[in-house]
């Protein structure tokens, strides 16, 4: 099965906090994130995990988003825990700082925001790691981005998924009109 780690604030959010009151009247904090990557949340499904060391807010927008959520205590680090679920399975991963660099750097496929860490940037690149750097910031639509990526390079077939969550095809070509080749099943 293909499997997508992300980190959650500064890839899939902002990182910045917004607070609201609840049903109960008591104020509640949130963070900002992207109606863009809604769609390829829901076609991934539980293909997509959330991992971080920041378990409460988190794991609630996990929670509203409907998505797989690991929360990675204290002293265990991100690749640990992804090693414990998948095993050597190739997986990837889009991180933004330098807690994220040894899960990029392992992954099959790495992608980090425009605005990623530029020590993180500098450290993969010293490193060898072969990732790719997205035109989208953190909190800006990340993973749509991501997919089109993984579509373009033959990874995944946007048209299966699509059928496959929705029941209707899209032609062969993708939102930035760049045309793709061989099987649209």
């Known amino acids: 099965m293909f499997l997508i780690y992300t980190d ?5 959010t902002t990182g910045q906090k917004s607070w609201y009151k609840n049903n109960d009247g008591k104020l509640q904090n949130t963070k900002t994130y992207s109606d863009r990557d809604t769609v390829p949340i829901l076609l991934l499904g ?5 991992i971080s060391h920041d378990k409460k807010v988190n ?3 996990a929670v509203y988003r409907k998505v797989k959520f690991e929360w990675v205590p204290e002293g265990e680090s991100k690749l640990e825990r992804i090693r414990g679920l ?12 330098l807690q994220d660099m040894e899960c990029l750097c392992a ?23 072969v990732h790719r750097k997205l035109k989208t910031k953190g909190g800006e639509g990340v993973l749509e981005e991501v997919l089109l990526d993984l579509h373009r390079r033959r990874v995944i077939n946007l048209n299966t998924m699509i059928v496959n969550k929705y029941g209707f095809r899209i032609d062969n070509r993708v939102a930035d009109d760049d045309e793709v080749q061989g099987d649209t099943s």
């Open 8 to 12: 959650v604030d500064g890839v899939l």
């Open 46 to 50: 539980d293909q997509l995990i959330w």
């Open 59 to 61: 794991e609630d927008l």
């Open 86 to 97: 998948t095993g050597e399975q190739p997986y990837t991963y889009i991180g933004d700082s």
């Open 107 to 129: 992954a099959e496929h790495a992608y980090v925001p425009a605005n990623a860490s530029p020590i993180l940037e500098y450290a993969l690149d010293h490193r060898g790691a």
